[in-house]
């Protein structure tokens, strides 16, 4: 009942279940008989809706359930006591958890995130009493440094780090900030953790007030995310409701509390000082660092800003210790790592893998490889901030330094799997477009130089790029990167200098041989009939919105170019394979 559950039918799913456990006289309301709950995302969004039948300590996994299905599984499973094998989740389903370590996620699909006792009941909010009955804020900065967790929304900085600075700043008043403003297109990472477990992220943010002296906190949350809101505003509610927020909280003298600020989907503020700036009511626009936040950040007092799965990892690092969470990842990059895969990949989902993994793991074995036997060609990491990866690089480990080493970045979580159809200048231009329109134009080079960047790449992909076109693109990347203002601008060509560096011949061809190679760009496509293959089916002919065609039946057809509007309605029409494109 994550977004990706509801979207695909859970409610009306789990409403199914509720009618026909009600016809057949199960009590499914009284926990100690029946139990039947809402859990967030499960991972494999891919297989949704997704459904656990759990009877005598045995699980059953159930894939693509529709409410018409429902009946049979109570009859035959819940009441007869026999799954029905033919909709029980694949092998595959193992295959994508049996490589995954998770820790942010350990308790995503297990527990109900509208219920508090829920949580308590797996160890939630054990940290929280741990910490207030027997550690001190330096206790819980040391155990923090000690486990190595760095910041999980793109910077990597380490946390323990951070919340020391602040601890150390003498100030009245002390804040700290959730960053739930997630718009890198193809990431839910964030999403997915509040929808699915949202008092992790609570827990995690008390224990962090605590550490560095904080009475105040806000999540600054998108508003686009609706059902992540609203299991976040019910969560804060049971929280005070169990005086885990509030006033002298569990009897301790520690005070603290947390609210809630929707943001109006501006992804630069994602960076902290625009995020900042629009809490206090101002347009969220980045300011000149230094001062960073921790020396002077809302209201220009110190503030500690992690993002979501950042604060989600505390409560389990605090419960089963520092040598525990470092015991995974590598020397420099420790623990876990949330990712959203997406793009041309058959086991599309939300994974948490060990940091250090190989690439090729992820794409093959958890991801199931590419889709429709294409081969792999990219995958684009850290959203329109990072750069791309190739098929020869698949062995590469993930983690902040090897990424960094390849010009690509961890980033927040993004992972875009591109196959052999995707076209690499169009990539850039896709990812571009995003972060032009989003600039808030404080800077020169961010507001201009983005959009002379993408007018080259339109010239491109349109067909009429010009001899030093790809220079021109590296140069002023390269200045846009060394002057922007922000995070926004310093990697928005990021996608430009990684798809030219290891898919030149690409730009080359778009521009000397007016072709693009994947046959992406329309305004570099021409359509034509391979008679060898032609049936005079008339097809083609029938779906042509320009009447482009001609051709008797069972003759050979012809495409006038000329009136063509490379729409590709024939290409797809064509059971023969009969159109070609160039």
Known sequence: ??????????????????????????????????????????????????????SNDRKTTYQYIRPEMVEKIVTEHIIGGKPVQDWVVSEDYHKFHDKQIKVVLSDCGIVDPEDIDSYISVGGYEALKKVLSTMTPTDIIDIIKKSGLRGRGGAGFPTGVKWEICNKEVSPQKYIICNADEGDPGAFMDRSVIEGNPHAVIEGMIIGAYAIGADKGYVYIRAEYPLAVERLENALKQARANNFLGKKILGKNFSFDIKIKLGAGAFVCGEETALIASIEGQRGMPRA???????????????????????????????????WYASFGTEKSKGTKVFALTGKIRNSGLIEVPMGIPLREIIYDIGGGIENNKKFKAVQTGGPSGGCITADMLDIKVDFESLASVGSIVGSGGMVVLDENDCMVNIAKFFLQFTQSESCGKCVPCRIGTKRLLEILDRITSGKGREGDI???????????????????????????????????????HITKKKCPAGVCRDLLSYMVLAEFCKGCGMCKKVCPAGAITGERKETHKIDPDLCVKCGACFEACKFKAIGKG
């Open 289 to 323: 660092k230094p001062p960073f936040p921790v020396y002077k950040g809302l209201w220009g007092k110190p503030t500690v800003i992690n993002n979501v799965e950042t604060l989600a990892n505390v409560p389990y690092i605090v419960r089963k210790g520092a040598d």
């Open 1 to 54: 009942m994550g977004t990706g559950g509801v979207a695909a039918g859970g409610s009306e799913v789990m409403d199914a279940f509720k009618k026909q456990l009600g016809r057949k006289g199960i009590r499914a309301d009284v926990k100690k008989h029946c139990s039947m709950h809402r859990v967030g995302c499960r991972g494999l969004c891919a297989r949704d809706v997704l459904v656990d039948v759990i």
């Open 471 to 509: 220079g021109l693109l590296e140069d002023l990347a390269g200045d846009i990167k060394a002057t922007s203002l922000c995070g926004l601008g310093q990697t928005a060509p990021n996608p430009i200098l990684s798809t030219i560096k290891y898919f030149r011949d690409e730009y080359e061809s």
